[in-house]
Nanobody
Framework: QVQWMESGGGSVEAGGSLRLSCTASGYTYTFSSMAWFRQAPGKEREGVAGINSEGDTAYADSVKGRFTISKDNANNTLYLQMNSLKPDDTAMYYC??????????????????WGQGTQVTVSS
């Protein structure tokens, strides 16, 4: 069973930055892809950024140019650097992983393993 440790969330003013991290442990298989999703109150979960085993990345249009996803394979850690934050970025952020290859990079239904979430709040 995959165990997750997420950190880096918090409260910032608009224009500020945060860096989320998510470390996975307790598994022996290889993830084909990892990603960050977010969900704001009253809204559907949306894909924010994803990265596959080859290092290819994908971003939601709303965060392109502001967010950067990366991973440290040696430490099984996924990162999300968030710059120029906006109040609309306020949400619970979740890291996720999948084993199966293929499918859309930010399709939440394709992801099997989910972190517990970390809250990001951006004030205007």
């Amino acid at each position: 069973q995959v165990q997750w440790m997420e950190s880096g969330g918090g409260s910032v003013e608009a224009g500020g930055s945060l860096r989320l991290s998510c470390t996975a442990s307790g598994y022996t298989y290889t993830f084909s892809s990892m990603a960050w999703f977010r969900q704001a109150p009253g809204k559907e979960r949306e894909g924010v950024a994803g990265i596959n085993s080859e290092g290819d990345t994908a971003y939601a249009d709303s965060v392109k140019g502001r967010f950067t996803i990366s991973k440290d394979n040696a430490n099984n850690t996924l990162y999300l650097q968030m710059n120029s934050l906006k109040p609309d970025d306020t949400a619970m952020y979740y890291c996720a992983a999948k084993i199966k290859y293929g499918g859309r990079p930010l399709e939440s239904s394709d992801f099997t393993y989910w972190g517990q979430g970390t809250q990001v709040t951006v004030s205007s």
